[in-house]
C-alpha cells in the first residue's frame, strides 16, 4: 500500500517558511511587502476560484495578491501594455497570466507571457526561463511552479534532497506548463528522463521502469495499476472535472492516474485533488517572495555590479585628450545603465553614448544604505590646473576596474567659457577623462542652455515688470494682471495666491473681491532699480558685457538701465540646481530668488514677479529650436556618462568655484551613493583649491544635502609646489621657466611649508582624513616626489601617495585608490568651520582668518550696507559663498604661498536666497570671464564630411 503524500500538509509547510522569511525581512525593512500581480483576462468561473485561491494564501502570510482585470474584448497589443506597465512598477515582484484567456480576440498567449519581465515571471514560464532551464542554469531560473512543487513532493516524502539522482524518472506529457520543464528540472537533478506523448509507442512499458512517474495528460484515470512499477512514487498532475449528476451537490475531480489501482502498488501517489494542486500555489508564493528578495535586495546584498569595463590600449608618449577618447570606444549608456541597477524606464537616452536618469531611483532604492563619499580638492593651482579633474576620473577607474569596487565618478558639466577660453574642457585627461569627451564638453544635453533661459527670462519678466507699472495706473496695471473670464470673474492664479498670502490679504479666488487698496499692493511691486541684483547670463566669456546700458529702444520710452551679463555658470539658477534636493524642492528654491528689493527696502522675489512656475517649468521641459528637436528635458535628472575604463560618471550643474560653490548637484551624489552600495564609493570634486571649493563643499553643499564626507583627496603637483615655494610666475600659453623643467628641491620644500601645509591644515578642520595625490608629471624627479610625500605626511596628510592616472589610466591610480578606501575606514569626525547662527560679518571673518590666514576683512560701505539689508530681511541664518581668486589664498593672485599678515578688502555682499548662500566679492572679481589674445577656439575645427570635431583639450 503506497504512502499518501499530502500537498496539503507540504505546501503548509513551504507557505510557513516563507511567511516566516517576510517577517525577517520586515524586521529590517518595514515597508517589504511581496506583491503578486495576477492578470486575468475575461471572467471564466474556474479562473475566478483559482486566482482567489491565490490571493487567499497570498494574504494569510503577509505577501500581497494584485488582481488586474480585463475586459475580453482586450486587444493583444492593449494585454501587452498592461504586462509593460506591470513590468516597470517596481511594487510588483511577480507577474502571471491566469490561462486560458476568456478572450473575443485572437491572443498569442505564448508572446504574451514571454512579455514579462524574467526577474518577475514568478510561473517561470517566458521563453528565457524555459530555455535557462533546458540548459540547466538552475541559478539563474525561476523553476516553473508545478514541476518545482513536484520536485520537493519527491524530496520531502522520501527525506531525500537528492533522491531523484540516478534515478529512472517518466514524465507523460510534454506540455509547455508542466511536462516538458518538469523533465528539464528533474533531469538536472541527476534522474534520466524519459518524456512520453501521444504519439509514444508501448507507453505503459516505459511507466513499469520509472522510480517516479509524473503524468500531466489530462486524461481522467489513464494510466492503470499495472503500469507502475512496484515501490515507485507517482505524480499525479491531472484535474479531470466530471460534472455532479444531482443538483446541488459538487463536481468530481479525478486525476490521471487510477489512484485505487495505483495505490496498491506505488510506494509514494499524490492524491487528487489534495495533491500537487496546493504545492502550485505554495511554489508560486515562494517564486515570488525569492524575485522580491533577488529584485529588492539581493544585488545589493552581495555588493557587486556585473560591469564591463573597458581596457584602453595606453600609448607612449601620451597622445592628445581628444585622440585619446577616439581611441576608446564607449559603451552604449544603456548597457551601463543596466550594469549598475538603472531600470530602462529610469533612463531618458540622449543618443546612445549619454541619457539624464529619473530621480525615482532615490525613491526605489530609499531602503539601501549609502555608499562611502568622497571629495577631490587641490592646493590653490596655478593658471594650468593641477589635473583635479583627471585625478577624480582616474580614481575611479582604479577603484572599479582594477579593485573591482562599486564606485561613481560625480563632476560638473563644463561651460563653454572656458572650452572655447584658455582653460579647455573638464573631462580630464589622459588616460582619465569621461567620454565621448566632445559630447561631454559641447553642450552634452542642454542644461545650461535651459538655465540660460530661465535666468533670462526672469531678467526680462524684471524690466518688462517695471516697465509696465511705470506706464499704467493702478486700475489699468491690476486688471491686465487679472483679467476677467467671460463669466466676469478674475481668476486668480496659484503664484498669484501666494502674493497674496505673503501681503497678509486674505486670499481669494476672485480678484473682484479684493478692495481697491489692496488690488494696489497686489499689483505694484514698486522695484527700486538700484537694489536690482538679477543679471542677464550666456555661456560666453565676454568682457564687453561686464557692463552694459538696456532700455534704450524707442519703443522702452526712456526707460533705460545700467546692469551687466554674468556667465551662466555664475547664475543663482544654476547654483540652485546645484543644490536642490527634489523637482518640488528646486520650485521652492527659485521661488524664493531675490531679485531686489523695493522701495521700502522690503525683498522682491521671483515668486512676487509670478514667474516661479515658469521657471522650474522651463527647466524640466527646455525645447531647442534647431530643426524642431526636443534638445533637453528634465534639467533636474543628472546625466549619465563612462570613464576611459567603462565605470560610471554622473554629470550635473557647473556652478563655478571661485564666483559660485563650485560642485556638481546634490541629486547626482545622492542617486550614486544608492546606486553603489553601502560597500561602494562615490567620488565627487570640488572645484579649484581647497580653500575655496572644498570649504563651500563642507559649508554649503553637505550642509544642504546633509551627507558627510568619509575622505578629503587633495591634488598636489610638484609644479604648483614650486611655484608656491617661490619659482617664477606660471602663465597659461607660455613655456615653462627652467625652475620648472629641472630638479630643485628648495624650491618644493618651501611650497610644501606653505601652501600644502595650509590646505591639509585646512582640510582637517573639517574632521576628515585627508589623503594627498601627488600627481606625477613627466618632469618631476623621484627626490622631488619623495620630498612632498614626506611633507605631506608631516603636515597631517593620513597618507601620501604617487599617481600616474594620466598617463596609466586606472592602473597607474591603484596605490591612491587603496590609501582612499584605507582612509574612508579611518575614524572621521566631520564638523562644519561655522554655526549658521553667526553674524554673517563673522562668517565672512572666521573663513578669512581660518581657511585664508587673513588678520581680519575690510567692509567696504556698500558691503556693510549689503550685509545690514540682508541681515534686516532675515537672511542672516545663511552659509558664506566666498567669491575671491583661485589664484592665491588671499585676494590678490600673485601673493602665493601662504600669505600671511593681510586683511581680506570684502567690495561688495549678493544674496542667492534661492540657492540658500550670502556671496561676499573680495577683491576685484568679475561674474563675467573675458577672452584672452589667443583663446583655444582657434584649434577647434570639424571635419564637414565626417563631421568629426578636433582640437578640445
Known amino acids: ?166 534515478k529512472q524518472v517518466v514524465v507523460l506529457g510534454r506540455s509547455k506548463i508542466v511536462g516538458s520543464p518538469a523533465a528539464a528540472l528533474f533531469m538536472w537533478h541527476q534522474a534520466t528522463t524519459t518524456i512520453c506523448h501521444s504519439r509514444t509507442k508501448n507507453i505503459e512499458e516505459h511507466c513499469r ?24 512514487i507517482v505524480i499525479d498532475c491531472g484535474i479531470n472535472v466530471e460534472p455532479s449528476s444531482e443538483p446541488g ?124 563619499y568622497v571629495v577631490v580638492a587641490g592646493i590653490t593651482p596655478t593658471p594650468l590646473g593641477e589635473g583635479k579633474s583627471t585625478t577624480t576620473i582616474g580614481l575611479v577607474q582604479a577603484i572599479g576596474a582594477h579593485l573591482k569596487k562599486n564606485v561613481f565618478a560625480c563632476v560638473r558639466q563644463p561651460s563653454q567659457g572656458p572650452t572655447f577660453g584658455i582653460k579647455g574642457g573638464a573631462a580630464g585627461g589622459g588616460y582619465s577623462q569621461v567620454i565621448p569627451m566632445e559630447e561631454f564638453n559641447l553642450h552634452l544635453t542642454g542644461d545650461i542652455h535651459a538655465i540660460t533661459a530661465a535666468n533670462n527670462l526672469l531678467a526680462a519678466a524684471i524690466d518688462a515688470r517695471m516697465f509696465h507699472e511705470n506706464t499704467q495706473k493702478d486700475d489699468a496695471l491690476f486688471n491686465r494682471l487679472c483679467p476677467q473670464n467671460k463669466q466676469g470673474v478674475r481668476v486668480l492664479s496659484a503664484v498669484q495666491k501666494r502674493r497674496l498670502a505673503r501681503l497678509g490679504i486674505n486670499v481669494v479666488d476672485d480678484g473682484n473681491l479684493l478692495s481697491e487698496e489692496e488690488r494696489t499692493r497686489f499689483a505694484r ?47 543663482e539658477i544654476m547654483a540652485i540646481l546645484a543644490l536642490t534636493t527634489s523637482l518640488e524642492d528646486m520650485r521652492d528654491r527659485l521661488g524664493k530668488i531675490v531679485i531686489g528689493s523695493d522701495k521700502n527696502g522690503q525683498p522682491v522675489t521671483a515668486d512676487d514677479i509670478g514667474i516661479t512656475d515658469a521657471l522650474a517649468a522651463k527647466l524640466k521641459y527646455s525645447l531647442y529650436n534647431g530643426y524642431s528637436q526636443v534638445l533637453m528635458r528634465d534639467t533636474v535628472r543628472p546625466n549619465l556618462m563612462q570613464t576611459l575604463e567603462g565605470t560610471p560618471v554622473f554629470v550635473h550643474a557647473g556652478p563655478f568655484a571661485n564666483i559660485a560653490h563650485g560642485q556638481s ?41 546633509r551627507l558627510q564626507p568619509h575622505a578629503v583627496v587633495l591634488v598636489a603637483t610638484v609644479r604648483a609646489l614650486k611655484m608656491h615655494g617661490g619659482g617664477p610666475a606660471v602663465v597659461a600659453g607660455a613655456p615653462l621657466k627652467h625652475e620648472y623643467l629641472e630638479e630643485n628641491l628648495g624650491l618644493v620644500e618651501g611650497g610644501c611649508d606653505s601652501n600644502l601645509r595650509k590646505q591639509i591644515e585646512n582640510a582637517n578642520k573639517f574632521g576628515v582624513p585627508v589623503v594627498v595625490c601627488v600627481n606625477r608629471f613627466a618632469t618631476d624627479t623621484v627626490a622631488e616626489i619623495e620630498l612632498v610625500v614626506k611633507k605631506a605626511k608631516a603636515h597631517g596628510a593620513l597618507h601620501a601617495v604617487v599617481s600616474e592616472h594620466w598617463s596609466d589610466g586606472g592602473e597607474g591610480a591603484i596605490a591612491l585608490a ?61 552659509p558664506i559663498c566666498m567669491a575671491k581668486t583661485h589664484l592665491s589664498l588671499s585676494s590678490d593672485p600673485t601673493k602665493k604661498g601662504a600669505p600671511t599678515g593681510f586683511t ?32 583655444c577656439f582657434y584649434d577647434i575645427t570639424i571635419d564637414p564630411q565626417t563631421e568629426q570635431i578636433d582640437g578640445l583639450f
Open 665 to 705: 548637484s546634490i541629486l547626482a551624489d545622492r542617486l550614486a551613493l544608492k546606486l553603489v552600495g553601502p560597500e561602494g564609493f562615490v567620488i565627487t570634486e570640488a572645484g579649484f583649491g581647497a580653500d575655496i571649493g572644498m570649504e563651500k563643499f563642507f559649508d554649503i553643499k553637505c550642509r544642504y544635502s
Open 525 to 571: 511691486l514698486n522695484i527700486d532699480p538700484a537694489t536690482i541684483t538679477w543679471n542677464r547670463v550666456m555661456d560666453t566669456n565676454d568682457r564687453f558685457l561686464r557692463a552694459i546700458e538696456i532700455g534704450l529702444g524707442p519703443q522702452e520710452k526712456g526707460h533705460t538701465r545700467k546692469t551687466q551679463f554674468d556667465i551662466t555658470v555664475a547664475s
Open 249 to 372: 451537490k459538487k463536481n468530481k475531480l479525478f486525476g490521471d492516474v487510477d489512484f485505487d489501482a495505483a495505490k496498491e502498488v506505488a510506494g509514494f501517489i499524490t492524491p487528487v485533488p489534495g495533491g500537487v494542486g496546493p504545492m502550485t500555489v505554495a511554489m508560486l508564493i515562494k517564486n515570488t517572495y525569492e524575485q522580491a528578495i533577488k529584485r529588492r535586495y539581493g544585488e545589493r546584498k552581495l555588493g557587486e555590479w556585473k560591469l564591463s569595463y573597458l581596457k584602453p590600449i595606453l600609448v607612449k608618449p601620451v597622445p592628445s585628450d581628444i585622440a585619446v577618447s577616439r581611441s576608446q570606444p564607449p559603451k552604449d549608456i544603456q548597457l551601463l545603465a543596466r550594469e549598475i541597477g538603472i531600470k530602462k524606464s529610469e533612463l531618458d537616452l540622449y543618443g546612445d553614448k549619454k541619457a539624464k536618469v529619473s530621480l525615482k531611483v532615490l525613491d526605489r532604492l530609499s531602503h539601501v544604505k549609502d555608499g562611502k
Open 904 to 935: 581680506l578688502p570684502i567690495r561688495d555682499v549678493r544674496a542667492s536666497i534661492g540657492a540658500g548662500f550670502i556671496y561676499p566679492l573680495v577683491g576685484e572679481m568679475t561674474t563675467m570671464p573675458g577672452l584672452n589674445t589667443r583663446p
Open 818 to 878: 587603496e590609501a582612499v578606501i584605507d582612509a574612508c575606514n579611518a575614524k572621521s569626525n566631520f564638523r562644519f568651520l561655522y554655526p549658521m547662527e553667526m553674524a554673517l560679518d563673522k562668517k565672512i571673518e572666521t573663513i578669512a582668518k581660518e581657511i585664508y590666514g587673513a588678520d581680519g576683512i575690510e567692509l567696504s560701505e556698500i558691503a556693510q550696507k549689503k550685509i545690514e539689508t540682508y541681515t534686516r530681511q532675515g537672511f542672516s541664518a545663511l
Open 1 to 166: 500500500m503506497a504512502k499518501l503524500i499530502s500537498g496539503l500538509e507540504y505546501s503548509k509547510k513551504v507557505l510557513t517558511e516563507v511567511a516566516g522569511g517576510i517577517a525577517h525581512v520586515k524586521e529590517q525593512q518595514p515597508d517589504f511587502c511581496p506583491c503578486l500581480a495576477i492578470v486575468q483576462v475575461g471572467d471564466r468561473s474556474d479562473s475566478n476560484v483559482y486566482i482567489g485561491a491565490k490571493l487567499k494564501k497570498a494574504a494569510e502570510i503577509g505577501a500581497q495578491g494584485r488582481l488586474v482585470k480585463l475586459p475580453s474584448t482586450i486587444s493583444q497589443a492593449e494585454l501587452e501594455k498592461q504586462i509593460d506597465a506591470l513590468n516597470e512598477d517596481d511594487t510588483v515582484d511577480g507577474i502571471i497570466v491566469q490561462l486560458p484567456l476568456d478572450c473575443s480576440n485572437e491572443i498569442d498567449a505564448d508572446e504574451v507571457i514571454d512579455r514579462i519581465d524574467r526577474l518577475k515571471d514568478v510561473d517561470g514560464l517566458t521563453r528565457e526561463n524555459a530555455g535557462r532551464l533546458a540548459r540547466g542554469e538552475l541559478s539563474s531560473t525561476v523553476f516553473p511552479c508545478t514541476p518545482h512543487g513536484c520536485l520537493y513532493l519527491v524530496q520531502q516524502a522520501t527525506g531525500d534532497p537528492n533522491y531523484v539522482s540516478g
Open 209 to 232: 521502469r520509472a522510480d517516479v512517474l509524473i503524468v500531466a495528460i489530462g486524461k481522467k484515470n489513464f494510466v492503470k495499476g499495472d503500469w507502475i512499477k512496484p515501490g515507485a
